[in-house]
């Protein structure tokens, strides 16, 4: 089992910046990939940023140049650095952690809202 606590959402105005933290805890060895995802009211679960099985990164289009994922691995944690918000910004922003074929297995964190203003 793999833990997953966010921290750092909040409230922010039209063009500022938030960080989001992911804490990751357990059978950390069984990982090989970590993301963010987002959910807006009504809307579906989407990408945004991510670490590939083989260590790469990827981002959403929407958030491409604006927003940045990095990891600090000592501490089992990764980061979301979101700059130049936007009001479509605004969403539930989720962990996850996913464990490779063949007992794959996707787990998520318990969600951190993000709210952006005009």
């Known amino acids: 089992q793999v833990q997953l606590v966010e921290s750092g959402g909040g409230l922010v105005q039209a063009g500022g910046s938030l960080r989001l933290s992911c804490a990751a805890s357990?059978?950390?060895?069984?990982?090989?990939?970590m993301g963010w995802h987002r959910q807006a009211p009504g809307k579906q679960r989407e990408l945004v940023a991510a670490?590939?099985?083989?260590?790469?990164?990827n981002y959403a289009g929407s958030v491409k140049g604006r927003f940045t994922i990095s990891r600090d691995n000592a501490k089992n944690t990764v980061y979301l650095q979101m700059n130049s918000l936007k009001p479509e910004d605004t969403a539930v922003y989720y962990c996850?952690?996913?464990?490779?074929?063949?007992?794959?297995?996707?787990?998520w964190g318990q969600g951190t809202q993000v709210t952006v203003s005009s």
């Open positions: 670490f590939t099985g083989d260590g790469s990164t």
């Open positions: 357990g059978s950390i060895s069984s990982i090989n990939a």
């Open positions: 996850n952690a996913d464990r490779p074929p063949p007992d794959a297995i996707r787990y």
